[in-house]
């Protein structure tokens, strides 16, 4: 069993709009910090955003802070990223992962999805 499943990922123009579903089975959510990590082709693989398990702090990339919202629903187990005025480079698999600690950047992830593909044309 896939423990993070994610969804709504798809081709958009730039200056579009996409929500990322990132939905835990046997993962509780509210017991973990959630993160969306994105890897475009031939580059590695980077954080966007986090939402702590203790407080619902939200953190974001620069490249994209003020047009992505993460947010968390805990009676769906559930984290949404809301993706506004994207653009062509934001295209890449899209990744949620869910670790115990604390949000970070690298060595993050207990557990890891399979990632969609977001594609944002120009």
């Known amino acids: 069993e896939v423990p993070l499943v994610e969804s709504g990922g798809g081709l958009v123009q730039a200056g579009g709009s996409l929500r990322l579903s990132c939905v835990g089975s046997?993962?509780?959510?509210?017991?973990?910090?959630i993160g969306w990590f994105r890897q475009a082709p031939g580059k590695e693989r980077e954080g966007v955003s986090c939402?702590?398990?203790?407080?619902?702090?939200?953190y974001y990339s620069d490249s994209v802070k003020g047009r992505f919202t993460i947010s968390r629903d805990s009676s769906k187990n559930t984290v949404y990223l809301e993706m506004n005025s994207l653009k062509p480079e934001d295209t890449a698999v899209y990744y949620c992962?869910?670790?115990?600690?604390?949000?970070?950047?690298w060595g993050f992830g207990d557990y890891w999805g399979q990632g969609t593909q977001v594609t944002v044309s120009s």
């Open positions: 992962a869910a670790d115990g600690g604390l949000c970070k950047w």
């Open positions: 046997g993962v509780n959510f509210d017991d973990h910090a």
């Open positions: 939402i702590s398990r203790i407080d619902d702090s939200t």
